[in-house]
């Protein structure tokens, strides 16, 4: 996340909590006319994130952002869930999705290589400790990963399916 993308998080955050969210990941991406502010939220209560709670907390945060004016130049707000194969960003990320297949790439290479894709086997102080497709076991540190998601899968389909039915569940598609 860029210093400004930190910066405007850290504006957004009060008000989205204080509406029951929590911000997953807050990202400026072009500039110009084509720039757009991607903004990520999850419900604090776990339930599915719907269209009314995206257009809620658009609203709001795009008060905010009118009052603060934080980004030079025109952009397009884009207030979304996470979806099923959600990024990671956060430590919590990490932890919660462990066992499922993630990709994930280093801002540097590691023994060779910068990406990665298998089984998530959780964290370990600063490292995130993956199965490798080939089953070997590699240590990522977390402090350089540029980017990682998960990797759309029948269990991941089938746990947010069991999850969003009992109103505990990881947030439904991008809206």
């Not at 934080?70 to 990320?93: C, F, H, M, N, Q």
């Not at 540097?108 to 894709?117: H, M, N, S, T």
Request: glycine letters at 12%.
């Amino acid at each position: 996340m860029t210093e400004l993308g930190r910066r405007i998080g850290d504006l957004l955050s009060p008000a989205a909590e204080g509406l029951g969210y929590e911000l997953v990941r807050v990202m400026l991406a072009g500039g110009g006319r084509d720039g757009r502010l991607q903004v990520m939220a999850e419900r604090r209560d776990g339930g599915a994130m719907t269209i009314a709670d995206c257009e809620r907390l658009s609203r709001t945060i795009s008060a905010i952002l009118d009052v603060e004016d934080p980004i030079a130049g025109a952009y397009t707000l884009e207030v979304s869930s996470p979806g099923i194969d959600r990024p990671l960003v956060r430590r919590k990320d990490w932890e919660r999705w462990t066992g499922h297949v993630a990709r994930i790439e280093l801002l540097e290479p590691l023994d060779g290589r910068k990406r990665f894709k298998g089984v998530l086997l959780g964290l370990e102080g600063d490292d995130v400790r993956v199965r490798l497709e080939d089953g070997a076991e590699v240590r990522l540190p977390l402090p350089q990963v540029a980017r990682a998601k998960l990797v759309l899968t029948d269990a991941l389909i089938a746990e947010n399916s069991k999850m969003t039915a009992a109103g505990d569940g990881a947030p439904a598609g991008a809206h």
